[in-house]
């Protein structure tokens, strides 16, 4: 029983830390461009803009 109540424990304040470091983080969660199964609805130059922006190699 200790077992469990300890690591119950160990799961919460893991996620505690996860919630608190996204919320001193100050960025919003974001998703894939197009969802899962969905098509990207973002055409080429406004990808590669939007990665610049968040500081991530747009590649070629």
Known sequence: MQTFIATALLIGLLMSAMALGLMLRGRALQGSCG??????ECNETKRKKCLAANGQDPGE
């Open 35 to 40: 969802g899962t199964g969905q098509s990207c």
